[in-house]
Nanobody
Framework: QVQLVESGGGLVQAGGSLRLSCAASGGTIYTYTMAWFRQAPGKEREFVAN????????FYADSVKARFTISRDNAKNTVYLEMNQLTPEATAVYYC??????????????????WGQGTRVTVSA
């Protein structure tokens, strides 16, 4: 059973940057698609970005494209989300997720088998 632990959230001013990390334990994530989702207050959890097993293929939500970058270090069993030019609309709890199914990364929440507890990001205006 893989456990995922997110870190790196916090309070940042609009226009600033944050780097989130997701450390996996209890197993290797090398073959898994890894993703970030987020849930803002009063809203559904939404897809942010994902990447395939070797980081060669990644997808982003339109709202974060060109500002956020997902990456992974399989040797460290860790996934990252670099977030730049943050806006207050990015305020949410950010969750890391793992999909055991190989192939093209999927964006549906239901595709993901393992989830972290989330890390809170607050962007002030």
């Amino acid at each position: 059973q893989v456990q995922l632990v997110e870190s790196g959230g916090g309070l940042v001013q609009a226009g600033g940057s944050l780097r989130l990390s997701c450390a996996a334990s209890g197993g290797t994530i090398y073959t898994y698609t890894m993703a970030w989702f987020r849930q803002a207050p009063g809203k559904e959890r939404e897809f942010v970005a994902n990447t395939n097993f070797n980081g060669g293929t990644s997808f982003y939500a339109d709202s974060v494209k060109a500002r956020f970058t997902i990456s992974r270090d399989n040797a460290k069993n860790t996934v990252y989300l670099e977030m730049n030019q943050l806006t207050p609309e990015a305020t949410a709890v950010y969750y890391c997720a793992a999909d055991r199914q190989p192939g093209v990364p999927r964006k549906s929440r239901e595709a993901y088998d393992y989830w972290g507890q989330g890390t809170r990001v607050t962007v002030s205006a």
